[in-house]
Nanobody, 124 residues
Framework: QVQLVESGGGLVQAGGSLRLSCAAS????????MGWFRQAPGKEREFVAG????????YYADSVKGRFTISRDNAKNTVYLQMNSLKREDTAVYYC?????????????????WGQGTQVTVSS
């Protein structure tokens, strides 16, 4: 079992920044690929970013490329999502996910474990 706990969400003005963190426990962190997804009201959950076990390979949804950065610290068992130039359309509940493989995926069914989610609200 893997437990994931997100933090760092909140209310921010458009153009601002937030950094989300996700602390993992229960399994050797470097054996996990990690991802961030989000779900806005009335919409399906969507892929935001993914990172392989080593941190050397990252993947992004087109909607966040150039604005969001995913990273990980295997010594701290934590994955991060730095979000810059936030837009109103980034408002959603953000979920951290873990995949019990070295390489990440872009579909939610690729992932085995999920956090409880953290709310990000971007105001105009």
């Amino acid at each position: 079992q893997v437990q994931l706990v997100e933090s760092g969400g909140g209310l921010v003005q458009a153009g601002g920044s937030l950094r989300l963190s996700c602390a993992a426990s229960g399994r050797t962190f470097r054996t996990l690929a990690m991802g961030w997804f989000r779900q806005a009201p009335g919409k399906e959950r969507e892929f935001v970013a993914g990172i392989n076990w080593s941190g050397r390979n990252t993947y992004y949804a087109d909607s966040v490329k150039g604005r969001f950065t995913i990273s990980r610290d295997n010594a701290k068992n934590t994955v991060y999502l730095q979000m810059n130039s936030l837009k109103r359309e980034d408002t959603a509940v953000y979920y951290c996910a873990a995949k019990v493989e070295y390489y990440t995926g872009t579909y939610d069914h690729d992932y085995n474990y999920w956090g409880q989610g953290t709310q990000v609200t971007v105001s105009s």
